[in-house]
T-cell receptor
Framework: GAVVSQHPSRVICKSGTSVKIECRSL??????MFWYRQFPKQSLMLMAT?????????EQGVEKDKFLINHASLTLSTLTVTSAHPEDSSFYIC????????????FGQGTRLTVV | DAKTTQPNSMESNEEEPVHLPCNHS???????IHWYRQLPSQGPEYVIH???SNVNNRMASLAIAEDRKSSTLILHRATLRDAAVYYC??????????FGAGTRLTVKP
C-alpha cells in the first residue's frame, strides 16, 4: 500500500523556538494533506486541510500564524509550530490522500512534540 | 456536518469474530464510509471503505445497511494485534476527514 513518511518521529524543543514537521507521500501524488493534533487518550483533532499550491484551510480555533502549513508540492507538506510553548506539546499526525472521495487516506507515523 | 456514533469500547476473545457498529444517520448520498484503526503511539491505519455495497478485503469486511444509516466493521477472527481504537468516518463533499471518538477494542487471549 501507499506510504506516508513523517519526520521527525520525536522532537524536544525549548519554549519560544520553532519546530518543523515534514510529511511526504512516498509513492503517490497527494493532492490533499491533513494535519491533526492528538492529546493523550483523545481522538485526532483536525487542525487544517491543505491542497497543493494553495493556502491551507484552518479549523476554527487553530491559529494559522502559529501553525504554518506549506504544501508546495504533490509529495510534501510541512507544519511549522512557531514560538512553541509547553501547551503545544502533543502528538501531531499528517495524512495524505489522492483526488476523490473514494480513495483512502494514508497516515504518517506521527510526531511526538515536547516543549520544555 | 456528517457525523458518526460508535460505542466507546468493546471486548472480544481472541480468534472470535468482532462486529464493530457505527451509526451515521445524517449520511448523504455521496458520503463514503471509511474505517481506520489506531494502535498506541502510531498514526491511524486504513482498514476498509465503501459506498453502498458490502466490501471485503484481507483485513476485514464492511457491511452497510440498506438505508446507509449504519454500518458494521467485521473482523472475522480477532487477534491480539487487532486491539486498537477503530474509527468510522464519513468522507463528505468538502474533502475533509474528521475523527469521532472511536471504539476501543480490547482482545482477550
Amino acid at each position: 500500500g501507499a506510504v506516508v513518511s513523517q519526520h521527525p518521529s520525536r522532537v524536544i524543543c525549548k519554549s519560544g523556538t520553532s519546530v518543523k514537521i515534514e510529511c511526504r507521500s512516498l509513492d503517490f501524488q497527494a493532492t490533499t494533506m491533513f494535519w491533526y493534533r492528538q492529546f493523550p487518550k483523545q481522538s485526532l483533532m483536525l487542525m487544517a486541510t491543505s491542497n497543493e499550491g494553495s493556502k491551507a484551510t484552518y479549523e476554527q480555533g487553530v491559529e494559522k500564524d502559529k501553525f504554518l502549513i506549506n504544501h508546495a508540492s504533490l509529495t510534501l507538506s510541512t507544519l511549522t509550530v512557531t514560538s512553541a510553548h509547553p501547551e503545544d506539546s502533543s502528538f501531531y499526525i499528517c495524512s495524505a490522500v489522492r483526488t476523490g472521495l473514494e480513495t483512502e487516506a494514508f497516515f504518517g507515523q506521527g510526531t511526538r512534540l515536547t516543549v520544555v | 456536518d456528517a457525523k458518526t456514533t460508535q460505542p466507546n469500547s468493546m471486548e472480544s476473545n481472541e480468534e472470535e469474530p468482532v462486529h464493530l457498529p457505527c451509526n451515521h444517520s445524517t449520511i448523504s448520498g455521496t458520503d463514503y464510509i471509511h474505517w481506520y484503526r489506531q494502535l498506541p503511539s502510531q498514526g491511524p491505519e486504513y482498514v476498509i471503505h465503501g459506498l453502498t455495497s458490502n466490501v471485503n478485503n484481507r483485513m476485514a469486511s464492511l457491511a452497510i445497511a440498506e438505508d446507509r444509516k449504519s454500518s458494521t466493521l467485521i473482523l472475522h477472527r480477532a487477534t491480539l494485534r487487532d486491539a486498537a481504537v477503530y474509527y468510522c468516518i464519513l468522507r463528505d463533499g468538502r474533502n475533509d476527514m474528521r475523527f469521532g471518538a472511536g471504539t476501543r477494542l480490547t482482545v482477550k487471549p
